[in-house]
T-cell receptor, first 112, second 113 residues
């Protein structure tokens, strides 16, 4: 059974700092990995999707890497802003279009 | 093109009651998945529907059931509500069953007293 763990559970940083969120998964036979953002009480917004054959994806100030063999992914946020404050969730898909297995998330607070 | 919508936004029920949650998929999407997200946890997969048929189910009891209609909208029904069913229920649609990208709705917050 796939298990996804995210560290840290919560993170508070001053505005402008670069930061890294970590995600690990127990079964390396994944199809893809996604990072989502969730604002309080709201649905999920997809940030980055990495296919199992890829090593990283970038979108603006966000960069996600994937090391499938070691079961790890990182989300790097450059020059953090107060608007980045949210919960960040990592999810793995084991086949195309299949169910997603989520971690418990990292709650990020960026202080002005 | 409209996004995924869910109704109602919030709902309060008492233990033992039944509830129906609704989801309208993004236009043209034929696959919908439902997730349960307890407070402080990540979402957990309940089940997926593709062209009106269940296509995969997570570790949830049979009192969680669903429907998908010809227009690809969907319902999640929960019978004999328990306190632990209190959660945010999310639906996600995708264009085709093999699509990597799922589009999530805003969720329905269910509170069971």
């Amino acid at each position: 059974k796939q298990e996804v763990t995210q560290i840290p559970a919560a993170l508070s940083v001053p505005e402008g700092e670069n930061l890294v969120l970590n995600c690990s998964f127990t079964d390396s036979a994944i199809y893809n990995l996604q990072w989502f953002r969730q604002d309080p009480g709201k649905g999920l917004t997809s940030l980055l999707l990495i296919q199992s054959s890829q090593r990283e994806q970038t979108s603006g100030r966000l960069n996600a890497s994937l090391d499938k063999s070691s079961g790890r992914s990182t989300l790097y946020i450059a020059a953090s802003q107060p608007g980045d404050s949210a919960t960040y969730l990592c999810a793995v898909g084991e086949t195309s279009g299949s169910r997603l297995t989520f971690g418990e998330g990292t709650q990020l607070t960026v202080n002005p | 093109e409209t996004g995924v919508t869910q109704s109602p936004t919030h709902l309060i029920k008492t233990r033992g009651q039944q509830v129906t949650l609704r989801c309208s998929s993004q236009s043209g999407h034929n696959t919908v998945s439902w997730y349960q997200q307890a407070l402080g946890q990540g979402p957990q997969f309940i089940f997926q529907y593709y062209r009106e048929e269940e296509n995969g189910r997570g570790n949830f009891p049979p009192r969680f059931s669903g429907l998908q209609f010809p227009n690809y909208s969907s319902e999640l029904n929960v019978n004999a509500l328990e306190l632990d069913d209190s959660a945010l229920y999310l639906c996600a649609s995708s264009l085709v069953i093999s699509a990597d990208t799922q589009y999530f709705g805003p969720g329905t917050r269910l509170t069971v007293l």
